[in-house]
């Protein structure tokens, strides 16, 4: 392996060497002598983990600005693992989705008295998984990654073992996921004897060939196929982005799982599977047949996108339990990207663009309203109905602050990172002529803002009822930091969104 391959792939390596070497220390470092049941604490496993990441993400960063298109030698394990910057770009998202996810994990672990070392490795390697995805121009490759990133997920959302509601949501979970991913690798079977193909350039232009000779007998049951497998291949990314109706998923695994893995499945998986969902529709089946509006996946996903949003934003609304509307929260902002990605058909760049900067801004929106969520309730005085935070406004209110800051980024209010995030979906929308998904996606927002501004009615203008429990905000420097670190993010992009847009559109793909 030469220097340059080795410089190239220097942010995934990074990470790998750290977390494996992080793992090695929890294993041979011993364990708290006040800690019971063998669980030792990790408060500094979770700082290395955090720096691991972060460093990945500079490592990315440096990369750009070098230009990664002057690497030659990495050029050899294309279409295996490609490095452009749309990698780079993904790359340096998804590590600091889980960089701030160690760092609440860090506090919420020990506070919940379920600190286990073995978290951290999974959190790691699920997101070298989640880079693998990113980068993956073959089937092959795709799959390897998408495992390699579910498997420490499906691990992370049952960390809670002496919970039934976690249990229930691992397994839940692990068997929709298993079935996802069944649905995934046939569709590729199905490509491959259509095309001879598993690399996705190779698809897209041999379904170019079979769409040009249709009518020819020999030819058209190979298109029959092929459909049939582009039709699975769909259905196992929309799982993964937890589109409507393969989201019931969701709100149990994100309910289940310990907040600081719900963080990092709402951040940096559902990044990951945007990242391949771009790769396979864009590269895979990016040919004039399979991008119409006529005969092609452009109108599934546009109705995926209004089914998405719309059902996710009106059942968010009936929830009681604030975990469970950020849950699906998150499922409604699947369907406002996924809006950006239809637009890439008739405005490929401003379609991406507009996609990869959603991306970004709602990282650290996201992981912020998790994090203040965690911040906001301590062991056995957790928040986790709207009742729970009544009146915290007054008696916390930096930590309702720091909610309500994240609460109003999701929202769209500006000048916060997500009123840009919407403003160039719509804006992408409109300059693809799609100006009904762009309507409804506004319409959308409008309702949403409804069940965010009610945590803030509860916080600032509800007191605790009698005898009701109150949640207390727990203590933790590393809480804090993920919060200061998000919040400042959410401000500056939100203040100055222009380097960031730039960014997303030189990651487009080509």
Not at 5 to 25: D, K, N
Not at 401 to 422: D, E, H, R, Y
Request: hydrophobic content about 55%.
């Amino acid at each position: 392996m030469t220097k340059e391959l080795l410089l190239a792939l220097s942010p995934i390596l990074i990470i790998v060497l750290g977390g494996s070497l992080l793992m090695l220390t929890e294993a041979f470092g011993g364990k708290d002598k006040d800690q019971k049941n063998g669980e030792g604490s990790g408060s500094e496993v979770a700082l290395g983990t955090a720096i691991t990441l972060v460093a990945g993400a500079v490592a990315a960063l440096g990369l750009w600005a070098y230009g990664p298109e002057k690497f030659v030698d990495v050029k050899a394990l294309a279409p295996y693992f490609v490095l452009d910057r749309f990698t780079l770009f993904f790359t340096f998202v998804i590590s600091l989705g889980g960089a701030l996810a160690a760092l609440l994990a860090g506090g919420y672990l020990p506070e919940h008295k379920i600190d286990r070392g073995e978290f951290y490795p999974l959190l790691t390697f699920s997101v070298c998984g989640a880079i693998v995805l990113a980068a993956a121009a073959d089937l092959l490759s795709l799959f390897l990654g998408l495992e390699t990133m579910s498997l420490g997920v499906y691990c992370l959302t049952g960390f809670r073992r002496g919970s039934a509601r976690s249990t229930e949501a691992s397994v839940k979970y692990f068997l929709l996921g298993s079935f996802a991913a069944a649905l995934t690798v046939y569709g590729g079977a199905l490509l491959y004897g259509a095309t001879g193909h598993t690399d996705l350039a190779g698809i897209r232009d041999q379904a170019a060939v079979l769409t040009q000779n249709g009518l020819d007998p020999a030819v058209r049951g190979k298109l029959g196929v092929f459909v049939i497998g582009m039709v699975l291949v769909i259905a196992g990314l929309a799982f993964k982005i937890s589109a409507v109706p393969f989201h019931m998923w969701a709100p149990d695994a994100y309910e289940g799982a310990p907040t600081p893995a719900t963080s990092f499945m709402a951040v940096s998986v559902k990044t990951a599977a945007f990242a391949m969902m771009l790769r396979v529709l864009i590269g895979g089946f990016g040919d004039p047949a399979s991008m119409s509006w006529a005969s092609g996946w452009p109108p599934v996903i546009a109705t995926m996108a209004v089914v998405t949003m719309t059902v996710a934003n009106l059942v968010a609304g009936r929830q009681e339990s604030v975990k469970r509307m950020l849950a699906y929260s998150s499922i409604a902002h699947a369907g406002y990207i996924l809006v950006g990605v239809a637009s890439t058909v008739r405005s490929s760049a401003d379609g991406q663009g507009s996609v990869l900067f959603y991306l970004f801004a709602y990282t650290f929106s996201t992981a912020g309203a998790f994090g203040a969520l965690i911040l906001c309730g301590s062991r056995g005085k957790e928040a986790v109905s709207y009742e729970d935070l009544a009146g915290i406004g007054k008696r916390h209110p930096v930590a309702a602050a720091a909610f309500s800051l994240f609460l109003l980024s999701l929202i769209g209010v500006p000048p916060t990172a997500g009123f840009f995030g919407k403003l160039y979906i719509v804006k992408a929308a409109l300059g693809a002529e799609l100006y009904v998904l762009g309507i409804i996606l506004v319409l959308n927002s409008v309702l949403a803002a409804y069940y965010y501004l009610r945590v803030l009615v509860y916080m600032y203008m509800r007191e605790p009822q009698a005898g009701a429990p109150i949640a207390v905000p727990m203590r933790s420097g590393y809480v804090a930091a993920a919060l200061v670190l998000a919040a400042t993010a959410v401000i500056i992009v939100g203040l100055l969104p222009g380097s960031s847009l730039e960014m997303a559109l030189r990651a487009a793909l080509i």
